[in-house]
């Protein structure tokens, strides 16, 4: 079961720089994203929202963008820090809240001095 | 910050065996979950729960299953007779409603010997 997908387990981006992190979807029924981000030994730390009537959300230096025709979204980090080293997971729910959601497989971001 | 807690952070139990992992979810909050991540694998959903009752759940979440909120702040999760696969993360959640991202525990890790 693959509705969720992150495509890229890692990546590994400059202090300074722009940070990109992709996700699929294949559920047309999804109308609510989320980002997450985690440490180990942590819980995950919910990030930023989207729902599908926006095509855009901003929030400091996260700014999450969807694309409903390509089931696309991705979460921009600027400028990244060496505290955004985490693993960040893709979220999807189909209710139009974040009520039960489909979880992606993570991307660990890995922000170098 | 107001926080999730759970405990305990590390439960080893032996096949056949009933645990129950509690958690206790931010005060104000209404809407309860609990989900697991299997080693190297995704964030599952496993149940939801509000007004004292489950609201949704996963086909993971079986006659093995069950959940509780025995007093006003306590939320837990029985699984009885364990099995080896049931080895995870177990992760509880808690949010004020049913639209914003919710505040996740640090989780449990369930070993199964």
């Known amino acids: 079961d693959q509705q969720v997908k992150q495509n890229s387990p890692s990546l590994s981006v400059q202090e300074g720089r722009i940070s990109i992190l992709n996700c699929d979807y294949t559920?047309?029924?999804?109308?609510?994203f989320l980002w997450y981000k985690k440490y180990p030994a942590e819980g995950p730390t919910f990030l930023i929202s989207i729902s599908s009537i926006k095509d855009k959300n901003e929030d400091g230096r996260f700014t999450v963008f969807l694309n409903k025709s390509a089931k696309h979204l991705s979460l921009h980090i600027v400028p990244s820090q060496p505290g955004d080293s985490a693993v960040y997971f893709c979220?999807?729910?189909?209710?139009?809240?974040?009520?039960?959601?489909?979880f992606g497989t993570g991307t660990r971001l890995q922000v170098t001095l | 910050e107001p926080e999730v807690t759970q405990t305990p952070s590390h439960q080893v139990t032996q096949m056949g065996q009933e645990v129950i992992l509690r958690c206790v979810p931010i005060?104000?909050?209404?809407?309860f979950y609990w989900y697991r991540q299997i080693l190297g694998q995704k964030v599952e959903f496993l149940v939801s729960f509000y007004n004292n009752e489950i609201s949704e759940k996963s086909e993971i979440f079986d006659d093995q299953f069950s959940v509780e909120r025995p007093d006003g702040s306590n939320f837990t999760l029985k699984i009885r007779s364990t099995k080896l696969e049931d080895s995870a993360m177990y992760f509880c959640?808690?949010?004020?409603?049913?639209?914003?991202?919710?505040?996740f525990g640090s989780g449990t890790r369930l070993t199964v010997v």
């Open positions: 559920n047309s029924m999804f109308d609510y």
């Open positions: 959640a808690s949010s004020p409603d049913s639209i914003y991202g919710y505040t």
């Open positions: 005060s104000n909050h209404l809407y």
């Open positions: 979220a999807a729910s189909a209710s139009g809240t974040a009520s039960k959601l489909t």
